[in-house]
T-cell receptor
Framework: AQKVTQAQTEISVVEKEDVTLDCVYE???????LFWYKQPPSGELVFLIR??????QNEISGRYSWNFQKSTSSFNFTITASQVVDSAVYFC????????????FGKGTRLSVIA | SQTIHQWPATLVQPVGSPLSLECTVE??????LYWYRQAAGRGLQLLFY??????ISSEVPQNLSASRPQDRQFILSSKKLLLSDSGFYLC?????????????FGAGTRLSVL
């Protein structure tokens, strides 16, 4: 069975602080994909990143960075110098290699950035 | 470029009334299509997904049904709504090649059953 755990239900930080959102996954597949999505107050889910199981390189995109560690089955997401616009619910998700199976989502972490 | 449309954006319906939510995708062919529900303050629950016309997989037995009458059209229906059907409904699509398992979401429909 596949599972994604986002243990942090809600996080609140002051603007310009760094914040890390945790994601731990479970799967027996050797090939899989991990995702992060952002859900702003408007409700639409916005795709942020996809990472496959063979690529453990960390990725940085502006103030966003992702740390993938197979040894701990984690795919954590860090926002540097957080801004009020980063306030949203963030979802981590997992998919198998087949491509036709739906994503398995974590329950999400609500991030509030206070000015 | 590909776009996904969902309507209506907001809906208020009485208990026992029927429901029809529509989702269409433009700019791609033979997409995988998905319906999710998100209850207030909760995570995403996959309701249905489809890999082709007339092919529907149901994840959760419930009061809802889905249909795919055309390649890029996905409809969520109910004959009689329950209070527990209230929530935020999201449609999503993913492609058949390339970055094929990335799901792209519509803007959602907020359904209130009273």
């Amino acid at each position: 069975a596949q599972k994604v755990t986002q243990a942090q239900t809600e996080i609140s930080v002051v603007e310009k602080e760094d914040v890390t959102l945790d994601c731990v996954y479970e799967t027996r597949d050797t090939t899989y994909y991990l995702f992060w999505y952002k859900q702003p107050p408007s409700g639409e889910l916005v795709f942020l990143i996809r990472r496959n199981s063979f690529d453990e390189q960390n990725e940085i995109s502006g103030r966003y960075s992702w740390n993938f560690q197979k040894s701990t089955s984690s795919f954590n997401f860090t926002i540097t110098a957080s801004q009020v616009v980063d306030s949203a619910v963030y979802f981590c998700a997992l998919a198998t290699s087949s491509g036709n199976t739906p994503l398995v989502f974590g329950k999400g972490t609500r991030l509030s950035v206070i000015a | 470029s590909q776009t996904i449309h969902q309507w209506p954006a907001t809906l208020v319906q009485p208990v026992g009334s029927p429901l029809s939510l529509e989702c269409t995708v433009e700019g791609t062919s033979n997409p995988n299509l998905y319906w999710y529900r998100q209850a207030a303050g909760r995570g995403l629950q996959l309701l249905f997904y489809s890999v082709g016309i007339g092919q529907i997989s149901s994840e959760v037995p419930q009061n809802l049904s889905a249909s795919r009458p055309q390649d890029r059209q996905f409809i969520l229906s109910s004959k009689k709504l329950l209070l527990s059907d209230s929530g935020f409904y999201l449609c999503a699509w993913s492609g058949q090649s390339g970055r094929k398992n990335i799901q792209y979401f519509g803007a959602g429909t907020r359904l209130s059953v009273l």
